[in-house]
């Protein structure tokens, strides 16, 4: 296990994804944000990579070429021609101004720090893991600011990319078939979710969760 | 062998309705399918119960006899929620609320739902117990949004988005756990697997394995229904066709349980024994007492049921983080719930044919109109409520004796909460049942649903007799030593 | 031998209630049912007699591996109450109920008859903490079923009333009695006992307030009495007799039994049951004094003894604890008034209902202002009234009086012997129960009037039809036991308890603190000689005209009602109790205002449901209220509260 290296080749990767996340946290139009998501999950799968040439492991260069099909291919596919067939409107709206919603993503950083620091001070290297918490909190803050179905929507898939790139991370990768196995969930995921942005479309012309205040008490 | 069996016909049983050509044909070869499923999980349940270990097949599945109490109240209540699809599909077509395809889907999706069910109880992977419930999710979403109406669109869309997001942290739990079994120098798979994990309890390191359990007691909390991870279920539990709603409040919270429960068991053995129990008794008895404040205040019987869903997690929460005789209190009170929610959620789905409408201020007579179902439904409310011989007042009553020595407030919190769930229960259900009824035409003729409800009923009622033999009680008790 | 008769008991009801599904569809399938249940009651006395008459020693009735039912002294005695109970009421239903028949589902009724019935007997007999809740809980629910019976609003709403306030008192049982095991939940009575022994004197008197609570408000003491009024009318009248009669007995019965698990009963605890039971049974006669629905009076009635009874239980616990030498003779003479109380109002309440239930069918009303006249239609039952509402009253000959006159004696020797600052407590305690009983008569006496004198004030009152035979003998009989009850009972309790063995431990009877009964008889019987000798002697010629009617003719409309009849006492005690009078004008001419519809509406309400229900209500609905902000609606709402959750889990618990 690399020891605290500060400057290696996957830390390089982990601070480029956390940038793209950033970045992604200001973005109020769709095809902008599909696109960081694409480049974000193609870090994800070089990073896989360096890790699979570093760490031996050949499967790792399967899940690798996986991720980048169903993460850097198909589901911004997806997302995309349903945006396009359905005339989903370009413009996104969130309950924060872009600048707010920048600094919450800078304080969310810091407190990835803090929290890695606290819990994974040994191993994997500190940055990283702070990185991937950073990458998890900045999905979680797309989820909770946006207002409508797709911000909400790629929060999810940002906060499954820190995941996975935990899981990658820390454990040195899991069982292939696991992996794989929730890739596929993830593509079933997103049909679903195109599926409803859909229907939201057909019926309220709209994305927007503005018009999911129907079921209270 | 077995199990694959099952899961084997479970997936053909879903892909059936594709073949076939009228929707007569879906509905009879879908009961066929679930009859098989439920006489193959007895295969495999009942065995499990007996066994002196966990049943494992080359390391594929892991059924203990808390897994075998899971498969066969999957195998029962998917056997009994099929029979009940069966005549409020045909109802539903026969009214034009839905199309042939819908219906055909219908089918397919209920079965990938209890295949999906099915395998989170009995793998022995962790990451493919998060996969198949993550499964559930997606494939009950479709489900929530069946009646493509606003409310259900917007059902559906909270229902996948939270229980997404949730059950990830879930995943990121699995993870840590897995990082703490590397951590011990264990190789590839073993720290993601129950058995694996079983064995390498004293090494793992406790820091690490805490935070674990709290992201995974969160993130799979979010499935059972744990407040305040709980706002998507009135919202799905209601929006979803009653007998899809009978089986995930039934039987999909308490598989969600499943993996929180055999967590805890790990944990136990590495952090102090009261550590996960605290935790546990503050989200139950949250889970107890925020349902109680909204019970008052509905007005729709079917998000009633669904927000007593809660509540009863609650209590089997709770009752999970008090010790021995809570254990044992946890089991009985999951089969419990089990029969007797889905039994009355099958039965508003009658209600709701015959009166469209899920409002109480639209129902009212039922026993009168409604006979067969009335009454059905009464037994069944009578039985969450915890009348003997109801097997509830057994798992509430030795709940009550673990909690009250210990933590004699929460008890009383938690009392007081239940009182005021009662309230609002019979003050909203009994008028719905005996009020002033007028006069609808056609008496009810006793259907292949009320067959399966009373199947439901015996089994519950049988299960609280059988509590007080000695053979009922010596399987609760290896059931329970496992939580 | 004893056993057997209490198993049969115990089973034909369950037995009857099988037997009213199976012959839903046949004309006699009432008529079998009801016997069925008769026969239950009757093998419980047989049963209770032989007990007694063999002296009999704790019998276990029946014993599985994990519960077992147990009859000992205490427990045959309300055993006995239990089944006179049932079989009176159920000879009473064969026609009573069969009027309703198309009001009730009569074989639902049955069957929540049975287990209401097998629950009760369950409950009297259980050995474990876990039986008796389990008893308890059946007894309850099927008392909810048999309230909501007929299924209107009315109904549904005091039935709701009733689950909450059993459920409440459940509770209550529940917390009360695994606190004193311990939280073993399998605990035996005995155990129980031995449990309670190694407890600190807190949790004992928490358990004591909780065990309190929950028989209390089963038995109807105020302050969670409200429900007992809106539900006991309720009911089909063979089951308000039950329920006033038989199952706020239970609920004492209950409560008796939990005083013996105490190691110890300290002054403050006998202090506040006997507070709270002279509060509820001020309380209750108040309201039965005030009320003009016949049911309700009734019920209100049940209020006042049981209040009364406890009071005894409480003034028996207190003496038994002074350091008075006279303490515990004058305690076990108090207990002795608890038991005959007990019977005495059991009687008197069964057969007052069960005659009220034929008025209330015949007159198609429980409104007392509206009936009146029935003495001429109905000479007998009218008498057989008169006989219950006397014993009601508590006057002599019948048993009520003897029982009461053995309390105030008590208190009055309490009074006399006792040290200074005590002594004006009995002093209190004693008018107390005077005021108590003698607005009992005041209620009685307006119960009789308005209902058989004077002229009928509606015309189903005026067309009443003959009272069937049927009908008349089952109260008839509770009035001829009230005076047997009289005559037998106290030679009865101070025979059998002479010697020691007794219910309520050993009994000496305090010299000059009886009543002899037959001296009374001799006495009233020289009267009733003297005065017919002087009517057949000095016959004086008797005139029949109009009464002096100022030239009008009289209707009945100018009679007494029985609202009018207790306005004084609404007046006088107009502190204790809410009325509402409003007058609604609304005139009709423009020309002339003095010609106006007027309607006038008077309500009375309860100072308890003011002061008491009314903001626990209204605070529970502001908490439903806040708490439904947390659905909002707004989805990214709920992801905050499960990040919220996760951050708070990891501070919490980490």
């Not at chain 2, 035409?441 to 649903?449: F, K, Q, T």
């Not at chain 2, 439901?456 to 007080?468: D, K, M």
């Not at chain 3, 589902?105 to 409950?123: K, N, R, Y």
């Not at chain 3, 009272?467 to 008349?472: A, F, G, I, K, Q």
């Amino acid at each position: 296990m690399s020891a605290q290296l500060t400057f290696d080749l996957p830390t390089l990767f982990a601070c480029g994804m956390l940038l793209l996340s950033l970045i992604m946290v200001s973005r109020m139009r769709l095809s902008s944000l599909v696109g960081i998501f694409r480049y974000q999950s193609a870090l994800l799968a070089i990073y896989a990579v360096i890790l699979a040439i570093s760490h031996d492991e050949p499967e790792l260069l399967a899940v690798a070429l996986f991720i980048a099909l169903v993460k850097v291919v198909l589901i911004p596919a997806f997302l995309i021609r349903v945006a396009k067939q359905n005339g989903v409107s370009e413009r996104l709206d969130s309950y924060l101004r872009p600048t707010t919603s920048t600094s919450v993503g800078l304080v969310a950083i810091l407190l990835a720090f803090a929290g890695a620091e606290a819990t994974f001070a040994t191993s994997a290297g500190l940055i990283i893991v702070a990185c991937v918490f950073a990458l998890i909190l900045t999905g979680l803050i797309l989820l909770i600011t946006r207002k409508d179905m797709f911000g909400q929507g790629i929060g999810f898939l940002v906060m499954e990319n820190g995941i996975y790139a935990f899981g990658l991370a820390l454990a040195g990768g899991m069982p292939i078939f696991v992996e794989l196995a929730v890739l596929f969930n993830l593509l079933a995921l997103t049909v679903l979710m195109v599926l409803l942005f859909r229907v939201a479309q057909k019926v309220h012309s709209s994305v927007s969760t503005e018009h999911f205040k129907r079921l209270i008490d | 062998m077995t199990v694959s069996l099952l899961l084997m016909v479970i997936l053909v049983a879903a892909a059936m309705p594709y073949l076939c050509a009228t929707t007569k044909q879906v509905r009879s070869l879908a009961m066929i399918g679930s009859t098989s499923i439920f006489l193959l999980s007895l295969f495999v349940g009942i065995p499990a119960l007996f066994a002196p270990a966990a049943v494992t097949g080359a390391g594929l599945w892991y059924i203990d006899a808390l897994g075998g109490f899971f498969v066969l109240l999957i195998g029962f209540v998917q056997w009994t929620g099929t029979l009940v699809s069966m005549t409020y599909m045909k109802e539903e077509e026969a009214h034009g609320t839905v199309t042939a395809a819908k219906v055909k889907r219908y089918f397919v999706l209920l079965h990938l739902f209890v295949l999906a069910m099915m395998l989170a109880v009995v793998s022995n992977n962790t990451g493919i117990v998060w996969v198949a419930l993550e499964g559930t999710t997606l494939v009950t979403t479709l489900l929530v949004g069946f009646y493509e109406r606003k409310e259900s669109l917007e059902a559906a869309w909270k229902y996948l988005i939270l229980c997404s997001s949730g059950i990830a942290f879930g995943f990121l739990g699995i993870l840590v756990m897995f990082y703490a079994a590397s951590t011990t120098g264990a190789e590839g798979v073993i720290g993601m697997t129950w058995s694996g994990s079983a064995l390498l309890e004293a090494a793992l390191p406790v820091s690490v394995v805490k935070i674990a359990f709290v992201l995974l007691l969160i993130g799979f909390g979010t499935k059972v229904g744990l407040v305040p991870m709980h706002a998507w279920l009135p919202d799905a539990h209601s929006s979803a066709p009653s007998p899809i709603s009978g089986m995930l409040s039934g039987v999909l919270l308490n598989a969600a349980l499943l993996p929180i429960l055999r967590f805890k068991n790990i944990v136990d053995g590495v952090a102090a024994p009261g550590w996960t129990d605290q935790l546990l008794i503050v989200f139950g008895v949250l889970s107890i007492a925020l349902p109680a404040a909204f019970v008052l205040v509905q007005r729709d019987y079917k998000r009633l049921l669904a927000y007593s869903s809660i509540e009863h997690m609650g209590l089997i929460t709770l009752s999970a983080g008090l010790g021995a005789i809570g254990s044992v209190a946890a089991t009985i009170h999951i089969a419990g719930h089990a029969l007797a929610k889905s039994a009355l959620f099958f039965a508003a789905g009658n209600i709701l044919l015959k009166y469209h409408s899920t409002k109480f201020e639209n129902v009212s007579g039922v026993t009168r109109i409604l006979p067969y179902t009335g009454g059905l439904f009464l037994v069944a409310f009578l039985a969450l409520l915890g009348v003997p011989p109801s097997p509830l007042f057994a798992s509430e009553y030795f709940m009550a004796a673990a909690a009250i020595g210990t933590h004699p407030y929460a008890t009383g919190a938690v009392f007081l909460a239940l009182t005021i769930v009662f309230a609002g229960f019979v003050r909203l259900l009994m008028p719905m049942l005996f009020g002033e009824s007028p006069d609808r035409g056609g008496r009810e003729r006793w259907n292949i649903s009320h067959t399966a409800i009373t199947l439901n009923i015996v089994l519950l009622i049988g299960l609280g007799i059988a509590l007080w033999i000695a053979p009922g009680e010596a399987i609760i008790q290896r059931i329970a030593e496992i939580i | 031998m004893v056993a057997s008769f209490f198993v049969a008991s115990l089973i034909l009801p369950l037995v009857a209630g099988v037997a009213a599904l199976l012959l839903l569809r046949t004309k006699a399938g009432h008529m079998l049912t009801q016997l069925v249940f008769a026969l239950g009651g009757l093998s419980g006395v047989v049963g209770a007699t032989l007990f007694y008459a063999s002296d009999g020693a704790s019998t276990v009735v029946f014993h599985t591996a994990l519960f077992s039912l147990v009859v000992g002294t205490l427990s045959v005695f309300f055993l006995g109450i239990i089944s006179v109970g049932v079989l009176l009421t159920s000879l009473y239903a064969l026609e009573g109920l069969r009027r309703y028949k198309s009001v009730y589902s009569l074989p639902w009724l049955a069957v929540a008859s049975a287990f209401f019935i097998f629950g009760m007997q369950a409950t009297v007999m259980a050995s474990s903490v876990a039986g008796f809740l389990v008893a308890w809980e059946l007894m309850s629910v099927a008392a909810y079923f048999l309230v909501i019976a007929d299924g209107t609003e009315e109904s549904l709403h005091a039935g709701f009333s009733f689950f909450i306030m059993a459920h409440i008192g459940f509770a209550s049982l529940v917390a009360g009695f695994l606190l004193l095991s311990a939280g073993n939940p399998f605990a035996e009575w005995p155990e129980v006992a031995l449990a309670a022994k190694t407890m600190t004197p807190a949790t004992l008197s928490v358990a004591f307030s909780l065990l309190f609570i929950g028989f209390g408000s089963k038995a109807g003491l105020a302050p969670l009495h409200q429900w007992l009024p809106m539900a006991h009318p309720q009911a089909p009248s063979h089951a308000s007799a039950l329920l006033s009669g038989v199952m706020l007995k239970v609920a004492l019965f209950g409560f008796i039994q939990s005083l013996f698990l105490f190691p110890s009963v300290p002054l403050s605890w006998g202090v506040v049951v006997l507070v709270v039971g002279l509060v509820s049974a001020f309380f209750g006669v108040l309201h039965a004094v005030v009320e003009s629905d016949m049911k309700r009076v009734l019920a209100w009635s049940s209020i006042e003894n049981m209040g009364l009874i406890f009071s005894g239980v409480g003034a028996a616990m207190i003496l038994r604890t002074l350091p008075y030498e006279a303490g515990p003779v004058l305690a076990s003479s108090i207990a002795i008034f608890v038991a005959l109380h007990i019977i005495n109002h059991f009687l008197f309440k069964s057969g007052l209902f069960m005659a009220a239930g034929v008025i209330v069918s015949e007159v198609h009303s429980r409104d007392m202002d509206i009936m009146g006249g029935l003495a001429q239609k109905w000479p007998i039952f009218s008498g057989v009234f008169l006989a219950l509402a006397l014993a009601a009253a508590a006057l002599p000959p019948f048993g009520t009086f003897f029982g009461e006159w053995m309390y105030l004696q008590s208190l009055a020797l309490a009074l006399v012997g006792l040290p200074l600052p005590l002594s004006v407590v009995a002093g209190l305690v004693l008018a107390a129960v005077a005021l108590v009983s003698g607005l009992a008569i005041v209620a009685f006496v307006k119960m009789f009037s308005s209902v058989f004198l004077g002229r009928a004030r509606n015309e189903h009152a005026e067309h009443v039809g003959m009272m069937p035979m049927s009908l008349m003998w089952p109260p008839m009989v509770c009035a001829i036991l009230s005076i047997v009850a009289g005559v037998l009972a106290f030679p009865f309790f101070s025979s059998h308890f002479m010697d020691g063995a007794s219910i309520m431990q050993d009994v000496v009877i305090v010299q000059g603190a009886s009543m002899n009964a037959w001296i009374l008889w001799a006495l009233i019987a020289g009267l009733a000689i003297i005065a017919l000798l002087l009517a057949r002697f000095l016959r004086v010629p008797v005139r029949i005209t109009d009464t002096w009617d100022c030239g009008q003719p009289l209707t009945s409309r100018m009679e007494y009602t029985a609202t009018g009849f207790s306005a004084p006492f609404r007046f006088f005690f107009r502190a204790f109790l809410v009325s509402r009078k409003e007058m609604i004008v609304t005139p009709i001419s423009s020309e002339n205002p003095w010609i106006a519809n007027r309607r006038l509406e008077w309500s009375i309400t309860s100072t308890w449901e003011r002061l008491f229900y009314r903001p626990v209500g209204q605070a529970l609905l502001r908490f439903a209220e806040y708490a439904r902000k947390f659905q909002s609606g707004v989805v990214q709402m709920y992801l905050l509260f499960v990040v919220i959750a996760l951050v708070g889990a990891f501070i919490f618990a980490l």
